[in-house]
């Protein structure tokens, strides 16, 4: 096993603070990819809102910027307090947000806030919206979906742990990848006989107006370690970065003890490449959120922050980018 040792620490503005934003980084993706200064977004699953940044990849800082309401106060009669936001990429001009759609980890309760996928436009040259976004209430320019879950609901094997909490095993997504008109949607759980599952749909259909059973729609069985589970997604040249993470009963002890690796995978079955494990954490540190930096044949540089820890501890690794396909499970 390969231990992939941190780079650097990063900085992060000091006014993301330590309150429920900062101790629950969720994700982060960039839209404007030039020089040195980057323009993100980040999420974090307490909020109902997303919130720019710009990442600094040579001062290795995450800055804050302004803030975009991705939900209501309310829906319906449901009083929303959070998107429970798990993922986050940008794909041919519009970042893309998806909640677990999951039920409430105490006391499974289903929420309908945690059953949608958002999109909306940015300005290309600055990589922030150029209408209105800062109030409380989510612009009409922010388009959301709930179909995903029947989309889930009707496919094996993930149609057996809808309504499942997560410590039953049941259907979390926290990682997600959008190329080419493919969402690809990476679950925590289930996790079954050394399996993550990656569910691969067409973004075209999920925002249209086809039904949900007609939605063309893929699940891949990848190999992982036991009892892991996908924590993000990251596109790369040729495939993908796939984070991982322990899936629930979680292993009893601190966080920094839980695996945390990293794998390369192709998206053409459920052939992996483990490309090593994340060492020198925080304490309480649980990666969750991963960027690409830059690539090249022999190397990917990333950064990695987590929750469970103010700020999210930013870490940047240079991981190896070694490409022999393991066989499917």
Known sequence: MIEIKPVARWSVDAALGGGDESKNISGIACAERRGDR???LMISDEMRYARFVRVHREGRELELR?????LPRALGREHVEETDAEGVDFDDGRYYVIGSHGVKKLGGDVQASRYFVYRFRVDPDGGEPDFDHGGDDPPPQVHRTDKLAAVIAATPPLDGFMRRSLQENGVNIEGLAVRGGQLHAGFRSPVLDGQGFILRVAVADL??????ESVARR???VRLRERCGVRDLAKVKGGFLVLTG???P???GRAEHEPAEIYWWDGADGATVLLGRLGGRAPGAKPEALLVLDENSSTYRVLVLSDGVAGGAPTEYIVPARRTRSPPA
Do not use: E, K, M, N
């Open 246 to 248: 322990q899936a629930p």
């Open 66 to 70: 302004s803030t975009i309401a991705l």
């Open 38 to 40: 980057w323009s993100g």
């Open 219 to 221: 699940v891949f069985a």
């Open 250 to 252: 979680a292993l009893q």
């Open 207 to 212: 925002f249209g107006d086809a039904p949900a």
